[in-house]
């Protein structure tokens, strides 16, 4: 592993006990410029991770609590009239920074939910007409609880495919709430956690990962897993064309930060159940997750993988 992936790792675990899975897996989505959707019950640390990786890179955070009242203009801003200046002055939502926390995203209403459409896909803000680029790094991780679902409104699929993965902390088992119990004894471990790679070095490594080699076998892997989805009995919606894009993204990022220059059927078969679960709708009842993630490991179980040598290209 690379040594300023496994910096940030150590440094955020120092803050979440014994999820280290979920770490790698969101820091995967960041490098492969995405997005992650959390969903668990309160208290299992989904906004501490978000502050901890904001602190670990150096990246400017921001929150917005979603209520059902809650307006687009609140996310992203409004232009204010300023009696001094004779002039109305734009007042910048909380969107503009670095990395997003999107709390209990499915309190709010559609069309507040769809404020964020944009930034997500194109990385900018249209505000009365004015569009502005956001500040790259630009990552969003939004929760959900899926408990109380009184008073919610759940994604629309077209929002849900925008997220690169949904994951779950779940909550810990015995020892892991033994740790937590003397890591926070005495004091809180995130009040001191410092940068330990700068905002270029992500953006450097971003880059980097983009660069990883996919064989051909690997892309037609991809794709063969993109049609089982779409031709199984158990499902009336498969993945989609930008579900097997972020496949491929997300794979290049896990063996970036496997210190790979080309991806494996390992690197797949890692992300394949957070990429997936969630874009599938199954034809036997909505809100499964847990059904789409067995699902998603049977059709993995299922497809056939290649053995060709990844790290030697082919011709041109």
């Given amino acids: 592993m690379k040594k300023q992936i496994a910096a940030v790792l150590e440094n955020v675990g120092r803050v979440i ?20 959707l959390l969903e668990d019950v309160p208290g ?42 004779n002039a109305f002055e734009l007042k910048r939502g909380p969107v503009f920074t670095n ?8 309190r709010a209403t559609p069309r507040t939910q769809a404020g964020l ?36 409104f759940p994604l629309p699929e077209a929002q849900m495919d925008r997220f690169l993965m949904k994951l779950s902390m779940g909550l810990p088992d015995r020892e892991e709430e033994i740790r937590i119990l003397e890591t926070y004894r005495s004091f809180d471990p995130l009040a001191d956690l410092a940068p330990v790679v700068t905002k270029e070095e992500i953006l450097q490594m ?12 690997l892309e ?37 930060m496997e210190d790979r220059t080309y991806v494996i059927p ?9 990429v997936f679960a969630h874009r599938l709708a199954l034809s036997y009842g909505q809100g499964r997750y847990r059904e789409c993630v067995r699902l998603v490991e049977e059709i993995c179980g299922s497809v056939a993988v290649p053995t060709e040598d990844f790290s030697v290209r082919g011709k041109e």
Wanted: a negative charge; one cysteine or more.
């Fill in 44 to 85: 299992t640390g989904k906004t501490r991770l978000a502050r901890a990786l904001a602190a670990s890179m150096g990246l400017s955070f921001g929150r917005i609590q979603f209520t059902p009242d809650m307006l687009p203009a609140d996310i992203t801003g409004l232009h204010i009239y300023n009696r001094q200046t």
């Fill in 117 to 152: 459409l944009e930034c997500m896909e194109e990385r900018q803000v249209t505000i009365d007409g004015e569009t502005e680029r956001l500040d790259p790094p630009f990552f969003v991780l939004a929760t959900e609880n899926p408990i109380e679902t009184a008073g919610t």
């Fill in 220 to 256: 037609g892997y991809l794709v063969d897993l993109v049609a089982a989805t779409r031709s199984s009995e158990k499902t009336v919606s498969g993945v989609s064309p930008r579900g097997t894009l972020a496949l491929m993204r997300a794979a290049k990022a896990w063996a970036y």
């Fill in 17 to 36: 006990i014994g999820k280290e899975q979920v770490e790698k897996l969101v820091l995967a989505a960041l490098l492969a410029d995405g997005h992650v």
């Fill in 206 to 217: 971003k880059r980097e990962a983009q660069q990883v080699y996919v064989h051909p076998a």
């Fill in 266 to 274: 390992d690197d797949v078969k890692a992300v394949l159940p957070a």
């Fill in 99 to 106: 990395l997003l926390l999107a709390d209990e995203i499915n």
